[in-house]
């Protein structure tokens, strides 16, 4: 992903609404470049901070930013598990079906 690409993705990253393949690439991307997360880090002030400030309480910039990228690292690993259970069912399905078919072929 380019940074371009990565910044269409910050709003939808703030509402909670990226799809697995956009989370992983835009957590892999805000590891990797220093500009794109400042730029988060901005926005995250602006959207989050004015809200904060409205009601008075206080607000860690650096643990807001790191709860939500930790918010998404988990999804995707969730999300990457449920993909090799599934495929492991997928083959124990198999397995099961070439199993009965040999069993009625005897
Ligand atoms: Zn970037």
Redesign the pocket.
């Known amino acids: 992903?380019?940074?371009k690409e990565?910044?269409k993705l910050i709003p939808d990253f703030f509402e909670d609404r990226l799809d697995y393949s956009s989370m992983k690439r835009f957590s892999e991307?805000?590891e990797q470049?220093d500009?794109?997360k400042e730029?988060v880090v901005i926005q995250l002030l602006v959207t989050e901070g004015v809200h904060r400030l409205e009601d008075g309480r206080a607000f860690d910039l650096q643990k807001e930013l790191d709860r939500r990228l930790n918010r998404i690292k988990r999804k995707i690993r969730i999300h990457g598990n449920m993909i090799r259970i599934g495929i492991a069912m997928e083959i124990a399905a198999v397995c099961l079906l070439i199993g009965i078919f040999a069993w009625k072929l005897m």
């Open positions: 992903m380019n940074c990565f910044e991307h805000i470049c500009n794109c730029e």
